[in-house]
């Protein structure tokens, strides 16, 4: 079985790497998850304060209740970070596009993109902006748009559209010239078609990719389905020494977006729409490898593998994986392949089946750091904390069980190792 192992990993070893490769070099991707990852401490900030006047625990809302400008400021920070997260991702996507295609005015892209999807917007004219549209449902809007804007003012620079200034101008006052027409062609074509799109049906673009695109992917993507596949995904990658990084990326919008409208159906006390998000992705991530950790401290005999598990558990516990996939090694380790492809599809059908069933209930929306410690993750995301703690426990426990044999076989192995050297040793 292990040589058979052994022969698929070496054929397949070489075209997942160059697909990682190739995801990785995508570079609208690498821009859209260098924004995300610049954007974590909003989203823990707004999560945070939204479980700060929203917990809903009697002692501490009395308490609330005698101090109301600790809800008025809580609330704020919740509402201006979480409800107009795509206006964020709005201001940052272009600027880290228009870098990663090497342009040298990366600034000047960040007006004319927010400018450009504020017109395709509708609006309450001369009043307000809805936040519908800068908010989760926003977002791939917000992708797709920066996507374009970013391309055609590239395509427009290259081509020299542009009002070239004396080198003696300074260069911030040349590239805000230079940007000039490409504003003055995008964002009034924009307009007419964001004035037009009014009078349909659809009401505007932003409907139509949010109805079309968003909708469908997301559906998937949010699926337990989804997290199995994507997880699955991440083993793979992780498996042959590859960061998931060109995996989570992709499906990281959705999740995203998808959390924050868990989040603000329940502040706002309606049913929570999406049952797979949230903390949920903690229970079905390969994630930190504690099952993986706990398994060899019971099973291995080895001196070898303790060693790595004793040092690999307090990373572990705070959702560190690396020590483990390079230490033992998990990476290119035959022995362990299945079960870590395993995990995440037994993990996402039976925590699928919990949570259906509605013995555990949904998740909040809140956003926590990876580093976050098992138990805690659920605590602070659930809709029942105890429960979700209680059954990710269990859940390692069904995990350490899944890993045992075969961590059993692979210490085997590492002991039969020894015996022979020892033997040799003694021989000579």
Same mark, same amino acid.
């Given at each position: 079985?292990?040589?058979?192992?052994?022969?698929?990993?070496?054929?397949?070893?070489?075209?997942?790497?160059?697909?990682?490769?190739?995801?990785?070099?995508?570079?609208? +991707?690498?821009?859209?998850?260098?924004?995300?990852?610049?954007?974590?401490?909003?989203?823990?900030?707004?999560?945070?304060?939204?479980?700060?006047?929203?917990?809903?625990?009697?002692?501490?809302?009395?308490? *609330?209740?005698?101090?109301?400008?600790?809800?008025?400021?809580?609330?704020?920070?919740?509402?201006?970070?979480?409800?107009?997260?795509?206006?964020?991702?709005?201001?940052?996507?272009?600027?880290?596009?228009?870098?990663? *295609?090497?342009?040298?005015?990366?600034?000047?892209?960040?007006?004319?993109?927010?400018? @450009?999807?504020?017109?395709?917007?509708?609006?309450?004219? =001369?009043?307000?902006?809805?936040?519908? =549209?800068?908010?989760?449902?926003?977002?791939?809007?917000?992708?797709?748009?920066?996507?374009?804007?970013?391309?055609?003012?590239? =395509?427009?620079?290259?081509?020299?559209?542009?009002?070239?200034?004396?080198?003696?101008?300074?260069?911030?006052?040349?590239?805000?010239?230079?940007?000039?027409?490409?504003?003055? +062609?995008?964002?009034?074509?924009?307009?007419?078609?964001?004035?037009?799109?009014?009078?349909?049906?659809?009401?505007?673009?932003?409907?139509?990719?949010?109805?079309?695109?968003?909708?469908?992917?997301?559906?998937?993507?949010?699926?337990?389905?989804?997290?199995?596949?994507?997880?699955?995904?991440?083993?793979?990658?992780?498996?042959?020494?590859?960061?998931?990084?060109?995996?989570?990326?992709?499906?990281?919008?959705?999740?995203?977006?998808?959390?924050?409208?868990?989040?603000?159906?329940?502040?706002?006390?309606?049913?929570?729409?999406?049952?797979?998000?949230?903390?949920?992705?903690?229970?079905?991530?390969?994630? /930190?490898?504690?099952?993986?950790?706990?398994?060899?401290?019971?099973?291995?005999? /080895?001196?070898?593998?303790?060693?790595?598990?004793?040092?690999?558990?307090?990373?572990?516990?705070?959702?560190?994986?690396?020590?483990?996939?390079?230490?033992?090694?998990?990476?290119?380790?035959?022995?362990?392949?299945?079960?870590? *492809?395993?995990?995440?599809?037994?993990?996402?059908?039976?925590?699928?089946?919990?949570?259906?069933?509605?013995?555990?209930?949904?998740? @909040?929306?809140? @956003?926590?750091?990876?580093?976050?410690?098992?138990?805690?993750?659920?605590?602070?995301?659930?809709? @029942?904390?105890?429960?979700?703690?209680? =059954?990710?426990?269990?859940?390692?426990?069904?995990?350490?069980?899944?890993?045992?044999?075969?961590?059993?076989?692979?210490?085997?192995?590492?002991?039969?190792? +020894?015996?022979?050297?020892?033997?040799?040793?003694?021989?000579?």
């Amino acid at each position: 079985m292990k040589k058979i192992l052994d022969t698929i990993c070496d054929k397949v070893q070489g075209p997942l790497s160059r697909l990682a490769v190739k995801i990785s070099s995508i570079k609208f +991707i690498q821009a859209m998850a260098e924004t995300f990852q610049v954007l974590i401490p909003l989203l823990i900030l707004g999560s945070f304060s939204c479980l700060f006047y929203y917990l809903p625990v009697a002692p501490w809302q009395n308490f *609330l209740a005698s101090v109301p400008i600790l809800v008025t400021a809580a609330s704020k920070i919740h509402m201006l970070s979480l409800f107009i997260f795509g206006l964020f991702v709005l201001i940052l996507l272009p600027n880290r596009y228009a870098e990663k *295609l090497g342009m040298k005015d990366t600034l000047s892209v960040t007006p004319v993109t927010v400018l @450009t999807y504020l017109v395709l917007t509708p609006v309450d004219m =001369w009043m307000d902006i809805p936040v519908t =549209w800068i908010g989760q449902q926003g977002i791939f809007s917000v992708m797709i748009i920066s996507l374009l804007v970013v391309r055609i003012m590239k =395509w427009m620079k290259d081509k020299n559209f542009g009002i070239r200034m004396p080198s003696s101008v300074p260069q911030f006052v040349s590239n805000g010239f230079n940007a000039i027409i490409p504003a003055a +062609i995008i964002v009034p074509l924009a307009a007419l078609l964001g004035a037009f799109m009014e009078m349909t049906t659809f009401g505007s673009v932003h409907n139509i990719i949010f109805t079309l695109i968003q909708g469908p992917v997301s559906s998937v993507g949010i699926s337990w389905l989804g997290q199995i596949v994507s997880n699955v995904l991440c083993s793979i990658f992780f498996f042959f020494g590859i960061q998931p990084g060109a995996i989570t990326s992709i499906f990281e919008p959705m999740l995203t977006a998808a959390g924050l409208e868990n989040l603000a159906a329940w502040t706002a006390g309606l049913p929570i729409p999406h049952l797979f998000v949230g903390g949920y992705t903690n229970l079905v991530s390969t994630g /930190s490898l504690l099952y993986a950790v706990v398994a060899i401290l019971i099973f291995a005999k /080895s001196e070898r593998y303790k060693k790595v598990a004793k040092f690999s558990l307090i990373p572990s516990f705070f959702g560190i994986s690396e020590p483990m996939i390079f230490g033992v090694p998990i990476m290119l380790n035959t022995y362990l392949l299945i079960p870590f *492809l395993l995990t995440p599809i037994l993990n996402g059908i039976l925590s699928a089946l919990v949570v259906s069933m509605g013995l555990i209930g949904p998740y @909040t929306g809140v @956003t926590v750091s990876f580093i976050m410690p098992f138990f805690f993750n659920q605590i602070v995301t659930s809709t @029942t904390p105890i429960a979700a703690a209680v =059954w990710q426990v269990i859940q390692l426990v069904i995990d350490v069980l899944l890993w045992a044999p075969f961590i059993i076989i692979m210490d085997r192995e590492e002991q039969n190792r +020894i015996q022979n050297l020892k033997l040799h040793d003694e021989n000579q």
